[in-house]
């Protein structure tokens, strides 16, 4: 929101500089972005008149001119096309520097001698463009300074509006926070709305779409001159950055900044039969707007329409077949006040933000639309010569009763830790216009002002008073805390050590955002019933890559590995730690779960110090060496790694691997499909790993026990057994470990052979098993044993034999 300080001072009077001004809206929670000096460098530039103009005798697009500065006589060479005898204009005289930083000299043009320059507004800074001299009022005094003749003497201030602030989007809310701080009442244009009937005899106003429009204000001005506007009002536009175009136009949007009300002015001869017909945009329906796009609308779009057409897109912007041209005698003006969340998807949905919809995106006062309407009447009447046709039409179809709120003075001095008395809150909160009404000795009645659409709890006004009285008024203390061992989440406590367990592997972590492209599903090729397909839907996405709720990690860390892999780093670890989402039926709120996903690609160990592979790719053993490093440091015991049944769309169905724990599946991993990354543009190896956190989060996980070193030494003995070639390794070594062989301390397999001397459908399986007792040294009988009760544990449940070597 921009405004100056002369302007802000028509409406609350304050004897502040423009600095301490500044300070002053940054306390009251008004976050200040710029605070200008207008116009500067324009202090010697004077005002002249054009005595007379000739034909420069030696260049056709050049005239001599004769002006007059003051009583002084000046001979100036000018190329404006717009110069005539008679108009007053600026003049920068020798010596004088322009705001390009140009010195004007005395000087010969074409053989003529040059008294200075006469200036256009686009040379002194005052507007963008310009297409000759800037043609200045007759009531700026010949000779006087530009700057006091023109009162560019200014300061432009810019605030960065919350978006629960919406009251602040005008010079008027502006001018009751400063009213606020220095107890001055503000000086509104308009202080009483006009009663307006609900029909007119001259047209007509139908609200199809009441939830979308609430309330429907408009008049009806007749013998308008359009025409370009007064200095004044030309001079506060072009201060806050907006072109003036004509007196209408710029009426309006004057009185947008003045009020927050936005306004659309009607060409009345282009309405067809004189109706205004207010209603949802048809499916593909289009319209041209002020633009000059046409623009293709959905059915949940508001539009302005007359009788044959749409002629306004609702609360954003204008259609170019009721515009007001120069040829314009009769101006329909409407002011209505539109649902905020309709005007927020339409604006949205067409990527077309205007001044407009800014304001009624973030809701504006539905009062003040008859106050705003009545201002703009009178100024178009005053600058235009308009005549009002009648008294116009009000359509209100329901604006809500003002809320109540009890607010007690206990709780306000509780909360602030100050000791105010309940009439000094009701008369901070009287300064910037909400009214409390005294229920009892604590307890104050207060009904909400429908410009503060931000004020719905006790909590909210206590902040009012806090803001108001001033933060720095309120000393600092310190609260009586408790001392008290904080506890924290499980889920948040092995999150934690998960990731520190990642990193330490050499794993980089990463973060994405929780919402993706719904185009996912298709890339991975999930079939048409996947419960992975289930996404939810975003109503209003950030961008079109991101409208639907993440159902797996997978895509993200694929994007991660593209992103990299285009800018020539070509080994990559990561992982992410994140939520997925489902729809849960009979809940408003979607199921969520936490999950851990991984991809590698490349070389493993690039980039971290402390780990070295060599110059090996990645393959499925590097991932289950890290599944195991995660259990074994998580504390968790018993988990199954077997090759999947059906492993996913996505990936390679000869390497994919799923870990199984006693109480359920805890994911898989392995190589992701060739045709999944050509998908994405990758064209390297990936591996990805995708665990299930939740189901760890209830596990019962062994905390670490200090056991002494046993004095008595180990012994490992190999073993190699051919059985049949369905059988996996792994589950082997499980059913021996299930057995609690006295003595046998853990059992690894250390090779799989399939060839010579190998029986067709068979395998041979070596393990190497490792002996302890903690209570004596183990001799060859003694292991022996034990080793030929595994051999036949091993021959007897897998139909296995020992292998002759």
């Given amino acids: 929101m921009k405004f100056t300080v002369n302007w802000l001072k028509k409406y609350v009077d304050f004897d ?3 600095g301490a001004l500044a300070d002053r809206l940054t306390m009251l929670g008004l976050e200040v972005d710029a605070v200008q000096s207008l116009y500067p460098g324009l202090e010697h530039i004077k005002v002249a008149r054009i005595v007379s103009v000739e034909k420069h005798p030696n260049a056709d697009k050049l005239s001599l001119c004769d002006v007059m500065v003051g009583e002084e006589q000046k001979r100036i060479v000018c190329g404006a096309p717009n110069v005539r005898a008679g108009m007053l204009a600026p003049i920068a005289l020798p010596g004088c520097q322009m705001p390009s930083g140009l010195l004007i000299k005395k000087s010969k043009i074409r053989g003529e001698t040059s008294e200075g320059m006469l200036c256009s507004g686009a040379e002194l800074g005052i507007v963008s463009d310009s297409a000759g001299l800037m043609d200045l009022p007759e009531s700026c005094h010949c000779g006087a300074s530009l700057t006091a003749a023109l009162d560019l003497a200014d300061t432009m201030i810019e605030v960065d509006i919350t978006p629960n602030r919406a009251d602040c989007t005008s010079l008027l809310g502006i001018a009751r926070e400063v009213g606020g701080v220095t107890g001055n009442p503000i000086k509104p244009p308009v202080e009483t709305p006009p009663i307006l009937p609900a029909t007119s005899s001259n047209f007509s106003v139908e609200i199809l779409a009441p939830d979308a429009c609430p309330r429907y204000a408009a008049r009806l001005l007749k013998n308008v001159k359009i025409g370009p506007s007064p200095w004044w009002l030309k001079r506060l536009l072009l201060a806050v950055g907006l072109r003036p175009i004509n007196n209408v136009v710029d009426i309006t949007n004057f009185v947008m900044l003045e009020y927050g009300q936005p306004l659309h002015a009607f060409d009345f001869a282009k309405i067809g039969e004189g109706r205004i017909v207010v209603r949802k945009a048809q499916p593909a329906e289009t319209i041209s707007t002020l633009d000059g796009t046409e623009r293709t609308l959905t059915d949940e779009m508001l539009l302005i329409c007359d009788a044959k057409k749409a002629i306004a897109i609702a609360g954003v912007m204008g259609g170019e077949n009721s515009e007001v041209t120069a040829q314009t005698t009769e101006v329909l003006l409407e002011s209505a006040y539109f649902a905020p969340t309709s005007i927020r998807r339409t604006s949205r949905a067409l990527k077309l933000s205007t001044d407009a919809s800014y304001r009624f995106e973030r809701g504006i006062d539905p009062q003040g639309t008859l106050l705003a309407l009545e201002r703009a009447a009178k100024l178009i009447v005053e600058c235009c010569g308009a005549e009002f046709v009648d008294d116009g039409v009000d359509c209100n179809h329901g604006i809500a009763e003002p809320a109540l709120i009890h607010l007690r003075a206990s709780q306000t001095c509780k909360r602030l830790g100050t000791s105010l008395t309940i009439e000094e809150i009701a008369s901070l909160l009287a300064r910037i216009g909400i009214t409390a009404a005294r229920l009892d000795a604590d307890t104050l009645q207060v009904t909400v002002p429908s410009f503060r659409i931000d004020l719905e709890r006790e909590i909210d006004l206590i902040e009012e008073v806090a803001r108001l009285k001033g933060y720095n008024e309120i000393h600092p203390t310190l609260p009586a805390v408790p001392m008290s061992l904080s506890c924290q989440e499980p889920s948040f406590i092995l999150r934690r050590k998960v990731a520190n367990i990642m990193v330490a592997l050499g794993v980089f972590e990463a973060i994405n955002y929780s919402f993706n492209a719904a185009r996912y599903s298709s890339m991975l090729g999930l079939a048409a019933d996947d419960p992975l397909r ?36 070509n080994d990559i670890s990561l992982f992410e730690i ?72 996505y990936a390679d169905q000869d390497e994919w691997l799923t870990v199984t724990l006693p109480t359920g599946q805890l994911g898989s991993f392995g190589k992701l499909a060739q045709s999944t990354l050509k998908e994405f543009g990758i064209k390297q190896a990936v591996y990805s790993m995708d665990f299930d956190l939740d189901l760890l989060t209830t596990l019962a996980i062994d905390k670490p026990l200090f056991t002494p070193l046993s004095k008595f030494p180990s012994v490992s003995w190999d073993l190699a057994v051919l059985v049949p070639e369905e059988t996996g390794a792994g589950t082997i070594l499980q059913a021996i470990m299930a057995k609690n062989f006295p003595l046998v301390d853990h059992v690894e397999i250390f090779d799989v052979y399939r060839g010579q001397n190998i029986s067709a459908g068979m395998k041979s399986v070596a393990l190497s098993i490792t002996y302890h007792s903690d209570e004596k040294t183990l001799d060859d009988k003694v292991v022996g044993h034990v080793h030929e009760q595994v051999v036949e544990l091993i021959c007897t449940l897998f139909k296995g034999q020992l292998r002759e070597v």
């Avoid at 590097?622 to 769309?649: H, R, T, W, Y």
């Fill in 16 to 18: 502040l500089s423009a």
């Fill in 534 to 569: 289930e996404q939810i839907t975003i109503v209003n996405p950030l961008a079109d890559d991101q409208g639907v709720m993440r159902t797996m990690l997978l895509p993200g860390l694929l994007e991660n590995i593209r992103h990299n892999l285009n800018r020539q780093t």
């Fill in 578 to 649: 994140g939520k997925v989402f489902w729809p849960h039926t009979g809940h408003e709120l979607p199921r969520e779960a936490i999950r851990l996903g991984a991809v590698f690609s490349g070389r493993p160990g690039i980039g971290s110090p402390m780990l070295h592979y060599g110059d090996r790719a990645f393959d499925i053993y590097d991932l289950k060496g890290v599944a195991e490093v995660l259990l074994s440091q998580l504390g968790i015991k018993g988990a199954q790694f077997c090759k999947a049944d059906s492993a996913p769309s």
